[in-house]
């Protein structure tokens, strides 16, 4: 068992802005990879629905929709926050994969159809 912290004392969340340092570095790591004609591949990993309390859910629905204002010019989102929400045998906490969800995860990755594989 793993002690519960609400999202609401989650400091994980607070730094992150939707603008400022992380957008800026975002906008040159996409214009510096298009120059180079490297795809860029933004994967939101999966979490559990014991993590997702109202106040990370809402984090995460954010997070989300600013990626997909990201997305095209070379710019891909998969979005597996939610894929898993009740398979907990892919987790070695809450938030956190274990072995097994790392090795679903690529293998999902490797069969997706939006990653534009060499």
Do not use: C
Not at 19 to 40: E, H, M, Y
Not at 72 to 81: A, N, R, S
């Amino acid at each position: 068992s793993h002690p519960r912290v609400s999202g609401r004392y989650d400091a994980d969340y607070q730094p992150f802005s939707f603008a400022g340092k992380q957008t800026t570095a975002v906008n040159a790591i996409k214009s510096f990879l298009r120059q180079q004609k490297i795809p860029l591949v933004v994967v939101n990993l999966p979490l559990t629905k014991d993590y997702l309390d109202p106040v990370r859910l809402n984090r995460e629905q954010k997070l989300q929709q600013w990626m997909l204002k990201q997305t095209g010019e070379g710019f891909i989102f998969i979005d597996m926050g939610r894929q898993w929400l009740n398979q907990n045998q892919y987790f070695a906490d809450p938030s956190h994969l274990n072995q097994y969800g790392a090795a679903a995860v690529a293998s999902e990755l490797a069969a997706n159809p939006q990653i534009p594989w060499p």
